[in-house]
């Protein structure tokens, strides 16, 4: 096996793993070639949206709790501390969040479906994808 793609994936990418039969299956295909990346604002992130309505009953009827979901995407990624805080974009603030984690992690890609990282198309050496382009690529 060749060297592993460093890889941020945005909030809504975790959430669709956990959700999404095609996201899971792409995600347990490609793992192994993967490092994955997040950081203590990513999964504080993770963390509320585990909660909202829709997705804690979600959770609930598959019988998996907040806990298990944190602990199984901390058991998969390297948990980075980003040091360089950039300026907030102006259309979704909280995205700086994954930003700065991809620097803090000199990360190659970050995966998301986040239409104002999207627009960015790059982010110094880091290209941002759709989760189709990703995984798409890694095959």
Known sequence: MGKKIKVVFDT???IAIFLK???TEEYTRTKQDLTIYISPDILSEI???????KIATILKKANVTQKE???AIQ????????KEKLQTIEEDPSDKRILECAIAADAEVIVTG????LKLGKLKKTRILT???FFDSVK
Do not use: G, I, M
């Not at 986040?114 to 990282?117: E, G, N, P």
């Open 131 to 133: 989760p189709k382009e």
């Open 21 to 23: 039969k095609h996201l």
């Open 47 to 53: 963390a509320k949206v585990l909660l909202y309505q």
């Open 12 to 14: 809504n990418v975790w």
């Open 69 to 71: 979901v944190l602990r």
């Open 75 to 82: 058991a998969n990624s390297t948990t980075v501390k980003p």
């Open 114 to 117: 986040d239409k104002h990282l």
